[in-house]
């Protein structure tokens, strides 16, 4: 079993490093924003918003144990408050495609302290999955010769500390 946690993880950052291409998309034509009083604006506004506040970079995988000493795979991130407003919350999606099919979504709310991430502070982080959780369709895209594993974080939305709420995908 540890040899399959570090044949996966090997494999999937060698594609990482060689084939993943991080892009922030969206899904939907348009959505509400609720900042003090609602209104409708268009994605590409809200999803500007959201680039303008944090960056979201995908910094590769690396394998680890969870508490109950199940294997896992990490995948890191380094997220950085680009705005000028503190966050308390980032909530992305980061999809894993091969040749256009999804074979992997990662749902990654992440909470900071009361005092939020600061503008200008910078965090790395990880997301441990199980091996045993991560769709077969993951692991068969990792082992294949000829897969094209292409990253994209999907922006879903930013609570600041004061309350104010980006919300670009729901």
Do not use: C
């Not at 946690?5 to 998309?25: D, E, G, K, P």
């Not at 980032?90 to 894993?96: D, E």
């Not at 009361?114 to 991560?134: F, S």
């Amino acid at each position: 079993m540890r040899l399959f946690t570090s044949l996966i993880v090997m494999t999937l950052s060698a594609f990482v490093a060689i084939q993943v291409s991080a892009n922030t998309t969206q899904t939907a034509s348009k959505t509400t924003s609720t900042n003090s009083k609602q209104r409708e604006v268009s994605k590409e506004t809200l999803l500007k918003r959201f680039t303008q506040s944090v960056s979201i970079q995908y910094l590769g995988a690396g394998s680890g144990v969870s508490s109950d000493q199940q294997p896992t795979v990490e995948f890191k991130y380094r997220l950085k408050n680009v705005g000028k407003e503190a966050i308390k919350t980032v909530h992305w999606v980061s999809q894993f495609t091969n040749n256009g099919q999804a074979v992997l979504n990662l749902d990654a709310p992440v909470n900071f302290n009361k005092n939020g991430l600061k503008a200008g502070q910078e965090v790395e982080m990880a997301l441990p999955i199980a091996v045993a959780q991560l769709p077969a369709d993951f692991i068969q895209a990792t082992q294949a010769k000829d897969a094209h594993l292409i990253l994209s974080n999907i922006a879903m939305k930013i609570v600041y500390t004061d309350g104010a709420r980006l919300v670009v995908n729901k």
